[in-house]
């Protein structure tokens, strides 16, 4: 064969090798798994309005409203939810429209409090322009207060709560057990700044790298019509849990899936079970780089497999209900029992 030719196939051979990695890595970023519908019951709809109880609402990503009418607060709202190449590549603001119309969507006029369990972007990134918005007390770590400093937030709505906290908010009680990060690869921890806090001030637009996690905490919500565990990571932190039941928790299971069996049964029966919750619900399963909405998709196959996440929880707890984002739920005592339903008017 004459060297030419040979030059030649060397070249078609080197192009068809790269060609099927890139081939997958396309494959796998545009495949959103669907839920296994047939295999998962949803939080049932209520055929007439429930006027009374807590309102619970996932608000995509890991962010949770909670209301009883008088008293609203948000956990971890994050609406700007950038493209995955701005979180890559580029720099993180809140975007104020975006977050306007997610407001709007999920009904939100008020709120007493946002509380930020660490602060990473995708939790903490537009809580000190919601906590400005709504005049409301913005509670976290003393990371999420540099991030709020950072946006000029008035040093009156800071307040930097421990696990040792105990606030009272209208007829809400609440705790902040420390909790624990799923763990990521070790590069991509690195990035995330794991274990590392924002020391002073951030001024944004930053990129993703500088929202260090800080210190992490669940949140525990009791209330005469019912408690709340609400977990942000597929985390838990040994015996933090104590003594805190709860009817529902709401539990991260971002990365789940990816741990190994010992870890994902350490996480269901210390970080779950231990607080005897009559429902879990898992959230944070969106691919968060596009717009909140009911229909927003499971993040692509590329980032995580949220069907095999779900199994860990039903293996272990059989009273996992799905909630899409959006969805107005009903916590509510009746009588010695419980009730959990989703509002129609939702
Ligand atoms: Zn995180």
């Known amino acids: 064969m004459q060297t030419q030719q040979l030059q030649r196939l060397r070249t078609v051979t080197i192009f068809l090798v790269l060609l099927v990695p890139f081939g997958a890595f396309l494959f796998y970023l545009n495949w ?10 949803w939080v049932r709809q209520s055929s007439e309005p429930v006027p009374a109880g807590l309102t619970l609402m996932w608000l995509g990503a890991a962010g949770v409203y909670v209301s009883d009418g008088d008293t609203a607060l948000v956990i971890d709202g994050f609406f700007t939810r950038p ?6 590549f580029g720099e993180l603001e809140p975007e104020p429209e975006r ?5 709007e969507q999920a009904g939100i006029d008020e709120l007493d409090a946002v509380i930020v369990t660490h602060s990473h972007f995708d939790h903490a990134l537009d809580a000190p322009w919601i906590a400005d918005h709504f005049d409301a007390l913005l509670l976290g770590s003393p990371s999420a207060a540099n991030l709020a400093r950072g946006q000029g937030l008035a040093e009156a709505l800071i307040r930097e709560v421990d ?3 105990a606030l009272r908010m209208g007829e809400f009680r609440l705790r902040f057990p420390r909790s624990g990060h799923a763990p990521l690869p070790p590069l991509l921890a690195r990035l995330a700044g794991v274990n590392r806090s924002i020391e002073r001030p951030l001024t944004l637009p930053a990129p ?6 800080g210190s992490l905490c ?17 985390g838990h932190e040994p ?21 190994s069996r010992a870890y994902q049964r350490e996480f269901v029966q210390h970080g779950l079970q231990a607080s005897h919750p009559e429902w879990i619900l898992p959230v944070d399963w969106d691919d968060f780089t596009r717009p909140v909405s009911e229909e927003v998709p499971a993040p692509s196959l590329l980032l995580g497999n949220v069907r095999s996440s779900l199994r860990v929880l039903e293996e272990a707890a059989p009273r996992v209900l799905l909630t899409r984002p959006l969805w107005r739920m009903r916590l509510m005592r009746s009588g010695e029992d419980m009730e959990l339903t989703r509002d129609p008017s939702s």
């Open 32 to 41: 959103h798994p669907g839920l296994a519908e047939d295999h998962h019951d």
């Open 83 to 88: 493209p995955l190449t701005q979180i890559v």
């Open 239 to 259: 015996g933090a849990l104590s003594g805190l039941e709860a009817d529902v928790v709401l539990t991260s299971i971002a990365g789940l899936e990816k741990q």
């Open 163 to 165: 696990d040792d906290a």
């Open 218 to 234: 669940s949140v525990h919500l009791t209330h005469p019509q019912g408690k709340v565990l609400v977990q942000p990571s597929a």
């Open 99 to 103: 977050i306007r119309t997610a407001l």
């Open 208 to 213: 993703a790298r500088k929202f260090r996690e």
